[in-house]
């Protein structure tokens, strides 16, 4: 088998070239992910059922890594919970319920002042509302007994084209029936909001109004309108902030109350967005286009979906990828197996003319070239040609254990044969499982 223009996209799961010929990749150094902490716990909001959304939201973005803190339940032992922030890009807040301990406060106080990034989702901006740094970290929150004392209301007003704060008493924190709504940017120029539509609907969603708080060094990005024919306040009530805390950057978002509303396309891109550049200050993530985020209606999408889909760049399988564009990795120089090494089996491997070149070894078992790094989510693209009469494969998300039968690879096989039916079809190498795909129409593949 001769395998040529070897290359991998989106270094972030194991590969490997099977048979005559197996490829196994193990997870190479990706730099480009962040790593952020979801906290959850306590809520009054179904926190069980919507963090596994907002880490699967983060993750299919293909820039975060995250991992999950519980505190402990209502009545707990708060003094237990003494979360890292230091470890972490960015700490993301599904919390509302007790206080945390003096010395756990601080701890986010000083993180978040040092440089640390916090996105604050949905209910989180119920939370502390005596924890003075917290509320200035907000910006603004609701419930708890907030009032006037703990600053204004502030909302867009139409008529006036710009927003305005609003000290007279009231409480803070209100919101009508779960409703469809638009939401409106009202800064195109933020790194958030840059290449998201003017206008787009989130799905069926709490809008919170009348939220009062300091509002220091906070700008709102995007607003709703709360309809009094739904229960709300009929102003112009935020739902998307930034806020600068010392030197760390905060995302404040209101959107996000239950499952069905975390299915919106609106809460997912923007909570994406947001939470980038509380961790680096700037978002590489794609624009997203009027066509994808929607103003007639609502666009929805299971959160574990790529973050290409979501900016409208399906990959198109029917044509090759150009492997000479951003963000391709050779895995072969072409001129030599550097970086790679042989395993089971006695097949052999050499480099000709620019391809790997794979011969078989008449009763040997099957022989792996295996990468020496290991990779998360890719793309990989190659060429090859397999002698009729001899099939070959390549390995993904396998692996090469001395616990598993003495290192054999195994796992995933995508294979690759002269003859139709098969080619393409997922096989569990080494393992006894045999085919993972499907019985399908057997096609010219």
Known sequence: MKLRNLSLKRLVACLALVAGFALQTSAADNTNVLSALLIDGQNNHKWQETTPLIKQTLEASGRFKVDVVTSPKKGGDMSTFAPKFSDYDVVVSNY???????????????????????????????????????????????????????????????????????????????????????????????????????????????????????????????????????????????????????????????????????????????????????????????????????????????????????????????????????????????????????KNGTATYRVENGAVVGKTSEGSPNSFLCTEQTFGDFELTFEANVDTGLNSGVQIRSLSTKDFKNGRVHGPQVEIEAAPGESGYVYSEGTGRGWITKEQPIKDA
């Open 96 to 342: 509302n319920g007790q206080p945390w301990s003096e010395s756990t406060q601080q701890a986010f106080e000083d993180y978040v002042n040092g440089g640390g990034g916090f996105c604050s989702v949905h209910a989180a901006d119920n939370s502390f509302p005596k924890w003075s740094a917290y509320n200035r970290m907000i910006g603004l929150g609701g419930w708890g007994g907030r009032n006037e004392s703990d600053g204004p209301y502030v909302r867009w007003k139409e008529d006036l084209q710009k927003f305005t704060r609003d000290n007279s008493p009231g409480s803070g924190g209100t919101h009508g029936r779960r409703v469809p709504f638009v939401v409106v940017v009202r800064d195109t120029k933020h790194p958030i909001t840059k290449g998201l539509p003017g206008s787009f609907m989130q799905t069926a969603d709490e809008l919170y109004g009348k939220l009062r708080g300091p509002a220091e060094n906070m700008e709102v990005l995007a607003t709703g309108f709360s309809a009094k024919e739904s229960g709300g306040t009929g102003e112009h009530e935020p739902l998307l902030m930034c806020i600068q805390y010392g030197k760390g950057r905060v995302f404040h978002t209101t959107l996000g109350h239950d499952v069905n509303a975390m299915k919106g396309l609106a809460f997912q891109v923007t909570l994406q967005r947001g939470t980038e550049w509380a961790a680096t200050g700037d978002v590489t993530l794609p624009a997203v286009d009027a066509e994808t985020l929607t103003a007639d209606q609502p666009a929805v999408r299971d959160p574990a979906a790529s973050s290409e889909s979501a900016a409208g760049n399906n990959v198109s399988w029917d044509t090759i990828p150009d492997i000479d564009g951003q963000g391709w990795v050779s895995l072969f120089s072409g001129n030599d197996t550097k970086g790679w090494t042989q």
